[in-house]
């Protein structure tokens, strides 16, 4: 029973290994670097006198999808020719991307001296956010996916 256990766990682990990406060129993990990513998005939602942004875990599922979508085919229409949102009409209302830049704020500063992509993180409707990223083939890709 120990022994397909451990042939579980190791089975589990090494899928994993398969979708994670580590980040050799980067000083921040992508998981840290999600979190430091919403935390800047909410500092410049607070400078605008704004609600601040909740993680928000089914949103964060989305924005991991749509990452392993936008790292083959960079683009707000999904790889099957639908919209970005389609990922769950039901709770992704906005969506920025990113790639290329080598830290949060790097991306932030592209993102804020965008004005489509300044609107999306000060549209005042949002309440929830979820952000994954994700290093791939040598490149650093953001997705963040707002909700109400």
């Known amino acids: 029973m120990k022994a397909i256990l451990r042939f579980t766990l190791m089975t589990f682990l090494l899928s994993l290994s ?8 980067h000083k921040l993990s992508p998981t840290e670097e999600s979190q430091k990513t919403l935390e800047s998005i909410n500092k410049e939602r607070s ?10 875990e089914h949103l964060g599922c989305c924005a991991c999808a749509r990452a392993n979508e936008v ?15 389609t990922v769950d009409p039901d709770c992704v209302y906005g969506e920025i991307l990113g790639a290329g830049a080598d830290s949060t ?18 549209n005042p409707n949002y309440n929830d956010a979820g952000v994954t990223v ?4 040598g490149k650093r ?3 963040v996916e707002f909700g109400y």
Request: proline share 5%; net charge negative; charged share 20%.
């Open 105 to 122: 704020d790097e991306i932030m500063n592209e993102w804020m001296n965008s004005e489509a992509h300044r609107e999306e993180i000060l």
């Open 71 to 85: 790292c083959t085919h960079f683009s707000h229409t999904r790889p099957d020719g639908t919209p970005y949102y």
């Open 134 to 137: 994700l290093d791939k083939n």
């Open 47 to 56: 400078s605008a006198g704004m609600c601040p942004l909740c993680g928000e």
């Open 141 to 143: 890709y953001w997705v």
């Open 18 to 25: 398969m979708f994670t990406c580590t980040a050799y060129a």
